[in-house]
């Protein structure tokens, strides 16, 4: 049987990103998608408009445009796009950042060749020897490496902590498990750091991951502290820090609005 895959592509301020995003959803890609949703997480620029234009004139696309009610950060979109695929019976749910620094063509072999089967997590991974790195600054290059060592070492975490091109299997997020995990930019190195306690099975993928017109939102300092919290909180109480409340504001609905819907949307 053929399994059924959703694509979810959480956006915030991609105005001049998400058609390039849209545009590597080759039919190479697309013949093991059955749905895409973009996650328009209240963005101030024009990227819901642009989004909703190219797919007007792309109708192949099986995709819908969801607008959050309200700003729920990175996480919170996650937390969007992963009950939609538990609600509407997903088998997997692949998540790829809308500012076009992963590249969905990266997964093509992992879905032609279902090497995800088996596996909880499909991680695309940014420093493996076939990654390829482009426009990425020497500092955050070394920044990224040194963080995934100690949290390899410490949390025996797999050698990436979040690269914007995941894989999910939908029956291991039934349990919400994740649902008190941050709602910001640290959503991803929360799920990856609960795979060790979890004991959920992982694959690394290489991929290719470039930075060129996107702002980051992910400061040098900021993160280099954050990072360093969560391993102090880890060494504290690995059960604890999984299974307790990360978010600063409790939300109760992670709740949107349907401001497109492509008529071609398959079943």
């Given at each position: 049987?053929?399994?059924?895959?959703?694509?979810?592509?959480?956006?915030?301020?991609?105005?001049?990103?998400?058609?390039?995003?849209l545009?590597?959803?080759?039919?190479?890609?697309?013949?093991?998608?059955?749905?895409?949703?973009?996650?328009?997480?209240c963005?101030?620029?024009?990227?819901?408009?642009?989004?909703?234009?190219?797919?007007?004139?792309h109708?192949?696309l099986?995709?819908?445009?969801?607008?959050?009610?309200?700003?729920?950060?990175?996480?919170?979109?996650?937390?969007?796009g992963?009950?939609y695929?538990?609600?509407?019976?997903?088998?997997?749910?692949?998540?790829l950042?809308?500012?076009d620094?992963g590249?969905?063509?990266?997964?093509?072999?992992?879905?032609?060749?279902?090497?995800?089967?088996?596996?909880?997590?499909?991680?695309?991974s940014?420093?493996?020897?076939?990654?390829?790195?482009?426009?990425y600054?020497?500092i955050?290059?070394?920044?990224?490496?040194?963080?995934?060592?100690?949290?390899?070492?410490i949390?025996?975490t797999?050698?990436?902590?979040?690269?914007?091109?995941?894989?999910?299997?939908?029956?291991?997020?039934?349990?919400?498990?994740?649902?008190?995990?941050?709602?910001?930019?640290?959503?991803?190195?929360?799920?990856?750091?609960?795979?060790?306690?979890?004991?959920?099975?992982?694959?690394?993928?290489?991929?290719?991951?470039?930075?060129s017109?996107?702002?980051?939102?992910?400061?040098?300092?900021?993160?280099?502290?954050?990072?360093?919290?969560?391993l102090i909180?880890?060494?504290?109480?690995?059960?604890?820090?999984?299974?307790g409340?990360?978010?600063?504001?409790?939300?109760?609905?992670?709740?949107?609005?349907?401001?497109?819907?492509?008529?071609?949307?398959?079943?």
């Amino acid at each position: 049987m053929k399994d059924k895959i959703l694509l979810v592509i959480p956006f915030y301020n991609c105005e001049r990103q998400i058609t390039r995003v849209l545009g590597k959803i080759t039919p190479n890609i697309l013949q093991y998608i059955q749905e895409i949703i973009l996650i328009n997480n209240c963005s101030l620029d024009n990227g819901e408009k642009v989004a909703v234009e190219y797919c007007r004139q792309h109708k192949y696309l099986p995709a819908k445009i969801l607008r959050n009610e309200k700003n729920y950060g990175l996480g919170g979109s996650h937390k969007v796009g992963f009950k939609y695929a538990i609600d509407n019976g997903f088998d997997y749910v692949i998540v790829l950042h809308g500012d076009d620094q992963g590249d969905i063509q990266n997964f093509e072999s992992v879905l032609r060749e279902r090497q995800y089967d088996g596996y909880d997590l499909i991680l695309g991974s940014r420093f493996m020897k076939e990654s390829v790195l482009s426009g990425y600054s020497r500092i955050r290059t070394w920044g990224n490496k040194f963080f995934i060592f100690i949290f390899h070492i410490i949390v025996k975490t797999p050698r990436e902590l979040g690269s914007g091109l995941n894989m999910y299997r939908v029956d291991m997020l039934k349990n919400y498990y994740y649902e008190h995990f941050r709602d910001d930019l640290y959503f991803e190195v929360d799920m990856i750091m609960a795979t060790t306690y979890l004991k959920q099975r992982v694959l690394s993928v290489p991929i290719t991951w470039s930075e060129s017109d996107q702002v980051s939102n992910n400061k040098l300092i900021k993160c280099a502290w954050a990072l360093f919290k969560m391993l102090i909180s880890w060494l504290k109480s690995p059960a604890k820090f999984v299974e307790g409340e990360h978010r600063k504001m409790i939300i109760d609905n992670y709740s949107y609005l349907i401001v497109y819907s492509n008529r071609e949307v398959r079943e």
